[in-house]
């Protein structure tokens, strides 16, 4: 009966721990702000984030502050000059979380020595005349041909925090990088 007791009582003590602990994946320190819920990045620094970056300055070697000097060099890359007649929309922000509902947030890597900005370009959809026409005075309508701007895509890698783990890792997002005018049959 003592051995059913006991038993019993670790039971209890089991349940007790699991209903209160945070359960298996989850990052307890973050609340999602409302505006950045299922919106991918998201440039609201979060409540709770300044207590992960006092961990993340205790546990970022001190090497990783040329990380900064290489993610912030000036590119020649100027994709506002509409080119190929596809107006453009660049946005570069400084981002705390990634949140696409499917999973539990990402906490991006924001700290005073290895600032994370997201530069993303997409396609200036509403100050194109010809709705996603472009080089329209071409011609290319008699010859059964269209023209339209896309947006394309590339990876770029980025530092993610688990506070399970309290371990930084890196992990692939996928970015709008430019608009171009695409002509097809």
Avoid at 39 to 49: A, S
């Amino acid at each position: 009966m003592e051995t059913f007791g006991l038993i019993l009582l670790v039971v209890q003590i089991s349940l007790m721990i699991t209903s209160n602990a945070t359960p298996w994946g989850v990052n307890s320190a973050i609340d999602v702000p409302e505006e950045c819920k299922g919106q991918g990045f998201c440039t609201v620094r979060p409540p709770g984030y300044d207590k992960i970056e006092e961990e993340l300055n205790h546990i970022l070697p001190k090497q990783m502050i040329d990380f900064h000097a290489r993610s912030s060099q000036p590119t020649n890359f100027r994709p506002e000059d509409d080119d190929d007649n596809c107006p453009t929309i660049v946005t570069s922000k400084s981002v705390y979380l990634y949140d696409n509902n499917d999973e539990e947030p990402d906490i991006i890597v924001q700290t005073k020595f290895i600032p994370q900005i997201v530069t993303q370009v997409n396609c200036a959809w509403s100050r194109m005349e010809n709705g996603q026409e472009c080089f329209k005075n071409l011609g290319l309508s008699p010859f059964g041909m269209k023209s339209s701007c896309r947006e394309h895509s590339a990876t770029r890698s980025l530092l993610v925090y688990d506070t399970r783990v309290k371990k930084v890792a890196i992990k692939n997002y996928t970015i709008p990088v430019c608009c171009s005018c695409h002509v097809t049959n």
